[in-house]
């Protein structure tokens, strides 16, 4: 197992995610526990010391999953990570009964990690108004010894991550990022990278393999990568990407199966970073693999001038995108949360006004229509 230096600590370079543990009879909410055990076992035992869940993973079971198999060993040879759940906002004012139901169901009298969830459009007033008093109450468990180190979790915008940082900055020693070679360019994470390093905050990454869509690939594509290294996995070249960004610590996979455990833990037995060759063909695949699905707008702006609307049409097409290439999923919806209800793609008149100056022909009007139905 690789480690990774964080402060005092020793980090296995692979954290185990408990949001997609096994389950029985393919109910989210019923973890196998059993499973989850002798995962956790052949993890501990191969090195990895970091495990991360959340207040609603598997329905609110993966805490109690998690901290009954990890209470089974003595408690300084893991690190247990979970976080407040800001993605909903009704809980902004349960802060501490949220806590405390925290430590009551992982079974700890401490959290070695713990996260402000997914930052974000949607949550970020929320999360800087003071009435809430979160920042207060998780800075004062952290005197208290109850966090012994505090971060944040990110799905949103360079922009949101930064008002965040501006606020709370100095009290932040991680942030979690989607991070991936794909979302490489096609969320900015470049961006939000170079930001987390003006910070000099760590980064911690999840979705190593956008939810599996990177643990198989098209069979040129894949082809391509064997002529490179012939004995690398598919899945392992996602993680050896992560592996060639400075100031990635801890990459966290949600593993399902003893076979994605084993898999995981072959590949990080040792580092062994792209080279300049070999990060160009990955980034091109990325590439090709999001022009299959979006529209290409390259956010000149002119259309906006031309809305009758006065739609944020760039905005709105990059999240088409996503969406699009997702296949649904949470991170358009939760953006569009944070946007007045007449500025969302149902507002789109179909005047066609902003294809006329359009530069790269796109049919916005059309896109716009197929997005307003697909979120329904």
Not at 177 to 196: G, P, R
Not at 311 to 321: G, R, S
Request: aromatic letters at 10%; a negative charge; charged letters at 25%.
């Amino acid at each position: 197992m690789i480690y990774k230096q964080f402060q005092d600590l020793q980090l296995s370079a692979l954290g185990m995610g408990a949001m997609r543990l096994p389950v029985i009879g393919g109910d989210d909410a019923k973890i196998d526990q059993l499973a989850v055990d002798r995962m956790v076992d052949v993890a501990m035992e191969r090195g990895i010391n970091y495990y991360d869940t959340a207040w609603g993973y598997h329905s609110g079971s993966s805490e109690i999953a998690i901290g009954r198999s990890l209470g089974r060993y003595p408690r300084e040879r893991w690190y247990l990570a979970t976080k407040f759940p800001g993605y909903d906002l009704s809980n902004m004012d349960q802060v501490k009964t949220v806590f405390e139901r925290q430590l009551e169901k992982c079974g700890v009298d401490y959290f070695d990690f713990y996260l402000f969830h997914n930052v974000c459009e949607m949550n970020i007033e929320a999360y800087l108004d003071p009435k809430y008093g979160i920042f207060d109450y998780l800075t004062e468990q952290k005197r208290s010894g109850r966090i012994r180190h505090l971060g944040f979790s990110a799905h949103g915008s360079r922009e949101v991550i930064e008002r965040f940082l501006k606020a709370y900055g100095k009290g932040m020693e991680f942030c979690q990022l989607q991070m991936n070679y794909l979302d490489w360019s096609f969320q900015d994470v470049k961006n939000k990278a170079a930001l987390l390093a003006e910070y000099q905050l760590p980064i911690w990454v999840m979705e190593p393999l956008r939810g599996g869509k990177l643990a198989s690939l098209a069979e040129e594509d894949a082809a391509k990568l064997k002529a490179l290294r012939p004995d690398e996995t598919t899945p392992a070249w996602a993680f050896r990407f992560l592996q060639s960004i400075p100031g990635v610590t801890v990459t966290l996979s949600g593993m399902s199966n003893m076979q994605q455990l084993e898999e995981n833990l072959s590949t990080f037995e040792a580092e062994h970073p792209l080279n300049q060759q070999e990060m160009e063909t990955l980034l091109g695949i990325a590439d090709s693999m999001v022009q299959k699905t979006s529209v290409p707008c390259t956010a000149c702006r002119y259309c906006t001038s031309h809305c009758p609307q006065s739609l944020d049409i760039p905005m709105l097409l990059e999240l088409y995108n996503e969406h699009c290439f997702t296949g649904g999923g949470f991170i358009a919806p939760m953006a569009l949360m944070a946007v007045p209800e007449e500025k969302h793609p149902a507002a789109c008149i179909g005047c066609r006004s902003c294809e006329a100056v359009c530069p790269q022909q796109i049919r916005i009007s059309e896109a716009l229509a197929d997005f307003a139905q697909k979120l329904r």
